[in-house]
């Protein structure tokens, strides 16, 4: 896991560590210094430590005008053990909602597990950003996470879909990633409503 970077291609466009508005402004990383663990195992030194023991984040973009980020995450998604959703609601969500993001896309490639509880901060997340037009999408989850993530109902809160998975995100500019994504859970509420 140690030589897994979180997405660096895009760091031209945005970097959180440089945005005043971001949750991980001023954040300085060693690049050869190896501390922060999943496990047993090290994690690259870019991750950005959240709270959790098991889940990291990298917030790869944002876009104030579109009012939307979107997150990358590595680990294990702990809720039931660990309460990771309240660290990432509380130490990294907050702060992005305060500054009118109101569209989540979390990249969940390097997410290896999913273990859910009680869903009260996908619920007050959804609560925070509703009213706004936003949403939560779940992208590129692993088969077993995704069965994971509906047998735990955050679904009601949380875009996860078969169409949201296996998307080629790394290719393509950023807005086009959020076009991608927005369009996806707009076709899918017209197909519910019909």
Known sequence: MHDIEP??????YYSSESD??????????????????????????????????TL???????????????IE???????????????LKREVVDSMIAHDIHKYILVCDNVLNFHGSDNS??????????????????????????DEME??????????????NDLNWRKKHPRDTYQEVQSIIQSNIKQLSH
């Not at 971001?22 to 690259?44: A, L």
């Not at 005008?65 to 979107?70: F, K, L, P, Q």
């Open 56 to 70: 990291y984040a990298k917030c790869i973009y944002a876009d104030y005008e579109e009012s939307y980020a979107i």
């Open 121 to 146: 901060y996908y619920e007050e997340w959804w609560d925070d950003i509703k009213d706004e037009g936003g949403w939560i999408s779940i992208i590129n989850a692993l088969d077993h996470v995704q």
């Open 151 to 164: 047998k735990s109902r955050i679904q009601y809160y949380c875009n996860i879909d078969e169409s949201l």
């Open 73 to 87: 995450l590595i680990g294990e998604w702990n809720d039931c053990l660990h309460n990771d959703i309240m660290y």
């Open 7 to 12: 997405y660096y291609k895009w760091r031209a």
């Open 20 to 53: 005043k508005k971001s949750p991980f402004y001023g954040r300085q990383y060693d690049e050869f210094k190896f501390t922060q663990k999943v496990y047993n195992y090290f994690i690259h030194p870019q991750w950005d430590n959240i709270g959790s023991s």
